[in-house]
């Protein structure tokens, strides 16, 4: 089921948020500069604009815990051989979480806020921000912890090579990226992924762009 703006957020409800900073690919650098502050550092400053995310954790390869613990405030270091079972170690038991990859620098406060009302409105054991031709954001939504624990137990246990396999054990309801957009086109901005020089310079002139009040 897609859903659009229907409502203004509340923010009683306070949550976790976890940034995936595990690398599996040579291009992966989360602490790559960007605007004289490293990637993943950026993300959760931005993170933490959003009036529902209480506490943001990061989660990184064993061995990296000196590195990050002087650019975010929680790394959570783990030994996996992929993104898959990071993310089966590292996340907690219960409760619910926004997740997001460690070089998105150009997430939306306020669509974190907005997202987070309509997935806590749902039933579901998570909301998954969708394009228009089926791809899913799996890494810029919110679940249900212990459904995606189960859901991360289940891609293992089949041999699972991609998180997109998230999407073939889980319950999950998609919002439309494109309609949200329909209503503030800053909205793909916040999907926008750092894997190339070209995306760096692109973020850092959008972020400039963004502090001037020109975005």
């Given amino acids: 089921m897609t859903k659009i703006f229907l409502k203004l957020p509340q923010y009683q409800y306070l949550m976790r948020a976890y940034i995936l900073a595990f690398p599996e690919k040579r291009w992966e650098s ?32 064993k061995g990296q815990l000196k590195r990050f613990s002087l650019h975010v405030s929680n790394p959570v270091e783990v030994k996996a051989k992929n993104k898959i079972e990071a993310l089966y170690k590292a996340l907690p038991a219960s409760g619910e979480l926004f997740l997001v990859e460690g070089n998105m620098p150009l997430i939306m406060p306020f669509l974190v806020n907005y997202l987070s009302t309509l997935f806590l409105d749902s039933d579901s054991e998570a909301l998954i921000p969708s394009w228009s031709d089926g791809t899913l954001e799996v890494t810029h939504a919110f679940y249900d912890a212990k459904a995606l624990k189960s859901t991360l137990e289940t891609c293992l246990a089949e041999n699972e090579k991609k998180l997109s396999c998230i999407r073939e054990y889980l319950d999950y309801e998609t919002v439309s990226i494109e309609e949200l957009a329909k209503r503030n086109p800053k909205v793909t901005l916040s999907f926008f992924k750092v894997k190339s020089s070209f995306d760096l310079r692109f973020a850092e002139e959008t972020l400039k762009k963004i502090e001037r009040g020109e975005i």
């Fill in 30 to 61: 989360y602490l790559i500069s960007l605007n004289e502050e490293p990637l993943v550092k950026i993300v959760e400053q931005r993170l933490r604009m959003a009036k529902r995310i209480d506490e943001v954790y990061t989660i990184i390869r």
